[in-house]
């Protein structure tokens, strides 16, 4: 019967050990997320493995050859513990695959404001300052509640310009 083992890859090779493996027949499951991160001043979405560094390959013990996997390139070892690869709970990989989003094919995991958050303006002019969120105002703007010259204002900034404060 078929189980699900952990393979360590080398640092930031997730899909090239998962293209190798996979060219190998091996059964490959590596669960990705949609994250939004700081980049060149930015904000950007990537795609990026959901557990760095490592991704989830099917075997059968004893029918399987377990070698050609350490030696594949992107691939560091497979996890084991007491120099025995564990084999994974299956409802565990289930579980997982059943979270996916339906239509990328990947987990969702944006960071959402709620009304009240205190936030950090990151560009512009008001650099520095913190706010509270008020409301998404649509197209990536969002509403904010600035304390300022003695009194409030609302503003309204692109929402790659703040973060938690």
Known sequence: MKQWFVVHTKPKQESLAEVNLEQQGYEIYCPRVLQRRRYRGG??????????????????QGRDDFAPIRFTLGVTSLVRFGGIPKALSSSFIEEMKNLEDDKLNIQVDL???RPGDKVEIVEGALCGMKALFLADS????????????????KLIVNQDAIIPA
């Open 111 to 113: 960071p959402t404001w």
């Open 43 to 60: 904000w950007r979405k990537m795609i990026e493995p959901l557990f760095p560094r490592y991704l989830f390959i099917r075997l059968e």
């Open 138 to 153: 649509g197209e990536e703007r969002v509403v904010l509640l600035l304390n300022m010259l003695g009194g409030e204002h």
